[in-house]
């Protein structure tokens, strides 16, 4: 079993900047982040193999969210840059153990965080 822990979610406004980062208790094949606002569908943000030379982006975040290796072993960070309200999420980080073609799929993924909350006031 591995553990998730998220940290860095908060209050900004809209066209700022937070950073996330994830840890995880063991090293893992991928990483990634998900994201879902109240009443709308877990959304793929961002993903990271292992190897951090393989990243993937959701379509609403591309040019303004980079994920990256953290500082730490089996961290990742997610830098998210001009902000939007409709950003406004709780933010979970997500680990498998596989490679997968695809790592927008929730199925790729069989570990997740507890979710932290990010919120963009306009």
């Known amino acids: 079993q591995v553990q998730l822990v998220e940290s860095g979610g908060g209050l900004v406004q809209a066209g700022g900047s937070l950073r996330l980062s994830c840890a995880a208790s063991?090293?893992?094949?991928?990483m990634g982040w998900f994201r879902q606002a109240p009443g709308k569908e877990r959304e793929f943000v961002a993903a990271?193999?292992?190897?951090?030379?393989?990243?993937q982006y959701g379509d609403s975040v591309k040019g303004r969210f980079t994920i990256s290796t953290g500082d730490s072993q089996n961290t990742v960070s997610l830098q998210m840059n001009s902000l939007k309200p409709e950003d406004t999420a709780v933010y979970s980080c997500?680990?498998?153990?596989?490679?997968?073609?695809?790592?927008?799929?929730?199925?790729?993924?069989?570990?997740w965080g507890q979710g932290t909350q990010v919120t963009v006031s306009s």
């Open positions: 063991a090293p893992t094949y991928v």
């Open positions: 997500a680990a498998g153990r596989n490679y997968r073609r695809d790592y927008g799929a929730l199925s790729a993924y069989e570990w």
């Open positions: 990271l193999d292992w190897s951090g030379s393989t990243s």
